[in-house]
């Protein structure tokens, strides 16, 4: 009798912990999300979708991020693999697979698999320098006959692998839509660097020209008082027989300029502005180096003098000739002591570089972190024009204008 | 049932344990948070956030859920008092639900107050209400998922034996065990493919995955899982007083 319940009990027992083991296995073939996050972190971007959803004709997802993996980059393969699921919902046309490059034992054809993905364009890392195995964190994209590469891992200095993975892990929606994007760009819009009033050289904005050079063709103009500098005549678009005057460039930058506009100049710009065009103002009203705080003690900040004090003030600010100075600043190196005649470097908070925290959700700014200004001057909003936002700001409290 | 569960909660409240628990947990979570100088303390450490509860919180819950679990069954067993229970007409299941409800029910009550240290660091966020509310909120959820996992493993350490302290002992070591064991274990060795599944036993992996504020299916089978697992162990040894 007694051994009877025991039987019952233990088979009870055996079977709730199939169940239970069964039911792990079933949910790991499959996943459902929920995202408490305030701005959605963890659910494809209205973006993303609407590019998943333009997509009309096979892609095919390579991911060489497979095998006998560091615990960091599994991390990473679950992550890439849980997102492209997620993308496969929304278009059932992307197709992906896992391929460890570093399946062959035999080195030699390792290696011809190796040098086949870094002429292909994807980045490696070593894994294990003894038995010269790779890490190919990246994948290929192939959409209409055409391969693009896609770094999976963002390599930061500084960082440690696994930190490496974690932050690659929440922009990897970013790395795949930035690429799905790329296929669907066919005529490249124009973007004008202004030159020709000590604006910021080739040097200075190479970076950010480099940036912009995938999306945008980028040239430097200079105005020079020619009308056609950054206007056009051309036709328009309904009524072909109607001649038209057209911005040349989608935007123009201004950036830094050191030395007055003409009259000339200003009208030009003022008109590309009427006829559509979009100018993005990088003024510093008042001179201010750190080149020469390295030598002296103390510097002399004058105004600019840039002769656009009425044009700005139509459209509806002012950059007042001060400098902010805000205890949320950003740090600099400054040598505190001498230890066996080495400089010891410490950083100090440095007052006039402050970090101005975005306060509105204006595309320009959402999501972005603090942002690091040097001299910067307060800008007022004058009239009453709606279009005038402004997008960041200091604490009032701590922040002081000289 | 329902009487049983409230005379459980009644029985902490109306006893010593219960408020040392709970001002044990918030004095700990408090000092370290807020007043000792270090990597954990919030003022000092220049983010709005107050992940370092949930590093902490575990830790402390790892001794002091086995502290309240301890009892329920170990406690009635030696005085006998145990024979009274399954007198009455309640299912074995029933009676382990009871059990655990009021020891969950004392977790809860201790993590409510922590809220206030979300409060303070949501009003104090530069600007005001900087703080990550998602993390916070999937590492809380997270928190009691791994709370629940703590108490159902302490109701078990309690159902093997009838000595407290030999309870509150395995239970911690358990606990222990199950919470960074598994981590521990799989960076041992060079385990191949199977590391990440090692790693998966764990609760570790699962509680950061919450904690990222993000409640995956997944996790949540896993958690359930793990409770019912001990729930399942718990039972057999109830019922085999009968074999």
């Known amino acids: ?402 | 049932m329902t009487a049983l569960i409230s005379k459980e909660i009644r029985s902490f409240l109306s006893s010593l344990t219960g408020y040392i628990v709970i001002s044990m947990f918030l004095l700990l979570t408090g000092l370290f948070l807020w007043v000792f100088p270090g990597e954990s303390n919030v003022l000092t450490g220049g983010y709005s956030t107050i992940e370092p509860l949930f590093v902490i919180a575990p830790w402390v819950f790892t001794f002091l859920i086995p502290a309240i679990t301890m009892r329920s069954f170990a406690e009635e067993k030696r005085t006998g008092t145990i024979e009274l229970l399954f007198t009455r007409p309640l299912t074995d299941y029933q009676i382990i639900w009871a059990k655990y409800l009021g020891a969950f029910a004392l977790v809860i009550i201790s993590l409510l107050p922590t809220l206030i240290y979300f409060y303070t660091v949501y009003q104090y966020g530069n600007p005001k209400g900087n703080i990550d509310t998602g993390a916070t909120w999937g590492s809380f959820i997270g928190l009691l998922f791994l709370g629940s996992a703590f108490t159902a493993i302490g109701l078990f350490a309690s159902a093997v034996t009838e000595n407290q302290i030999v309870s509150f002992i395995l239970a911690a070591f358990l606990c222990f065990i199950v919470y960074t064991g598994f981590d521990s274990l799989a960076s041992l060795t060079n385990w191949g493919y199977a590391e990440n599944f090692i790693r998966n036993l764990g609760i570790n992996e699962h509680y950061i995955s919450v904690s990222r504020g993000v409640v995956d299916s997944r996790d949540l089978v896993y958690f359930l899982s793990l409770d019912a697992f001990f729930f399942l162990l718990t039972a057999t040894r109830i019922k085999s007083r009968k074999w």
């Open chain 1, 1 to 402: 009798m007694k051994s009877k319940f025991k039987k019952r009990d233990l088979t009870a027992l055996f079977a709730g912990i199939i169940i239970i083991v069964l039911l792990n296995f079933v949910s790991g073939l499959t996943f459902r999300r929920l995202d408490l996050t305030a701005e959605g972190r963890f659910t494809l971007t209205q973006p993303t979708i609407d590019l998943l959803n333009d997509i009309d004709d096979a892609v095919t997802i390579k991911v060489y991020l497979d095998g006998d993996l560091p615990a960091h980059f599994i991390k990473l393969r679950n992550a890439t693999r849980d997102m492209l699921d997620e993308m496969r919902a929304f278009n059932g046309n992307i197709e992906y697979e896992f391929i460890d490059p570093s399946e062959n034992p035999i080195k030699k054809e390792r290696e011809k698999i190796y040098t086949q993905l870094a002429k292909k364009g994807v980045k490696y890392t070593v894994h294990d320098t003894k038995k010269e195995y790779y890490i190919f964190p990246g994948a290929l994209i192939t959409y209409k006959g055409v391969d693009i590469p896609v770094e999976l891992l963002q390599v930061q200095n500084g960082l440690s692998k696994e930190a490496m993975c974690y932050n690659s892990i929440n922009n990897l929606e970013y790395q795949f839509s930035n690429t799905f994007r790329k296929f669907d760009i066919k005529d490249k819009p124009k973007i004008g660097f202004i030159k020709g009033h000590g604006e910021l050289g080739e040097m200075e904005t190479d970076d950010i020209r480099t940036s912009l050079g995938e999306y945008y063709t980028v040239e430097r103009v200079n105005i020079g008082g020619k009308l056609n500098s950054l206007v056009e005549r051309g036709k328009d678009a309904e009524d072909t027989n109607k001649v038209v005057v057209k911005p040349k460039y989608t935007a123009i930058v201004i950036a830094k300029p050191d030395s007055a506009f003409t009259e000339n100049d200003k009208f030009i710009i003022d008109q590309y502005l009427m006829y559509g065009g979009k100018i993005m103002w990088c003024i510093d009203n008042v001179y201010a180096n750190m080149d020469s705080l390295q030598a002296n003690p103390s510097t002399i900040a004058f105004p600019m003098q840039l002769n656009l004090e009425d044009m700005l003030f139509r459209y509806g600010v002012r950059i007042n000739t001060n400098m902010v100075m805000d205890l949320n600043a950003a740090p600099i190196p400054v040598v505190t002591e001498m230890v066996d005649g080495k400089p010891i470097q410490n950083l100090f908070p440095w007052y006039f570089y402050p970090i101005a925290l975005p306060t509105s959700k204006h595309p320009i700014v959402k999501n972005l972190n603090g942002i690091r200004m040097q001299f910067a001057n307060t800008v007022d909003t004058v009239g009453s024009n709606p279009q005038v936002k402004s997008l960041c700001y200091c604490i009032p409290l701590n922040t002081h204008a000289i």
